[in-house]
């Protein structure tokens, strides 16, 4: 297969109109002019909201006038409502957007989100910040000082200034590093009918994805032992507890430290619970994964194993940056980088990102045309970090036979971890892993296509192998779900044959 060249990437979204094929990643999309009016009807609808205790004073006003309520104890009445029309102003949408992770009332109506620059869910904290600092706040000492006339005026300011931003940001935006994205039903790039793209598709292998299957178990969980790790551990339990997964097994990539935790927390929430992990093994220089259940996770050779992976990945994080350095002819703080990073891994899209976001990087000619993109880091990592790339660094890991002798000597079960790019591209070195003592694979997967699936199902049966099923949850991002295998049901028998074979 031959390597496309640098900024390859970058040049196909570039040549692709925005109009013929818009991008929605994740489930969300960058918002465009088109957007304003309904983010527009939106804001007025969480106006209303923030100023809803005014109705009850138009109630008590007219019971007044009804004789209803006696004149006398308005005043009292008066102050108790400028108490909670301020409480309303300052707390009610703060609430609201932190109780649904970034939808105020208008928005949830509208689809719209609050998230980080990058995409990723915004923190409470940011939420908070955002609209007392940029909206409640304002409205309060302006309307103080200057009547209704500076509250328009700074909306107004506020407005010109989102419709002015290349990211359709507000002031407060800019500030806080988050912004206002749509929230797309679908995630499949929107294409014209006669677009020569169309014609092209695969629609074949778009049609063999298998539907996404929700189970009682769940085999590959990453906590936040992992990098890029959502959930703790007992925030798990609770997910799996609340969605009626009976077994979990929490499979921390190079780390064992979830599973002294996971004893615990199932038996707190009568959750089951097999001890796993998940390690990145060397085969003949390709990468792979391997996952060990019912492991002896307080072993000494598993805190070896997380220690030599911090090692290296740092080691190659490093010489990552000092290339890239090389071709931007500036220096990257990576100290900077790995201080707030505990799993002392910078990779390409990390460190895409920082130089995209800080100003000092603002005049480098060879990142100027990935400024024009919302995702522009997404085309600059592919083009300088991925494999076979200027930038790209092999990290490395330990031999697979070592790993599986590790796993054996701990007392657990080897599981090749989602192999079905492998059966396809490689299926030598499938069988040459199979070979080497793998007692199980991965069969059920959300990568996987039915194809795949049905594939290494007959692999598994012919070769007498273990099967087993997972998430490969990471996060809340994309359609990754606890508990979506994409196992059909009358498969989980199988599953249930290596969770007996231990317990």
Partial sequence: MKRRKTGEGMKKMRKTPEKQYQLAVDGIRPLNVQDSKDRLLAFCMDVSIMLCPIALWNIILLAVLGNIISISGIKLISIFIGGLLVISILFLNSYIYRQTGGQSVGMRMFGFKVVKKSGRKASRQQLLLRELVGFDLPFIILMYFTNAFGVVAYWGLNGLFTLADSRHRSLIDLVLGTRVVALEKAQQPVQKEKAPQAVKQPLPKQAEQPELIMNTMDLHIH???????????????????????????????????????????????GVTYIPGIEINCDLRGRRVRILGYFIQYNSELFAHIENESLVNEKRASIDRVRRFEALLGRNIDEERLLKSNRFQRLSGELIAKHVLN?????????LKPYRRDEFGWRALNKDYFAYGKPCYVPVKYPYLKDVLDVIELTGGISVLAHPGKLLVQEPELLDEALLMGVQGIEVFHPMHTKKEMASLLKLATDRKLLVSAGSGFYNMEGNTRIGRCNCPKEAEGLIDMMLHARM
């Fill in 223 to 269: 906590s936040n032992f992992s990098d890029r790790g959502q959930y703790n551990v007992e925030e798990i339990f609770q997910y799996a507890k609340r969605n009626h997964i009976r077994t979990v097994s929490i499979t921390d990539l190079d780390c064992a430290k979830a599973n002294s935790i996971a004893v615990r927390m199932s038996e707190l929430y």
């Fill in 358 to 366: 800080r100003p000092e990087f603002d005049d480098c000619a060879i």
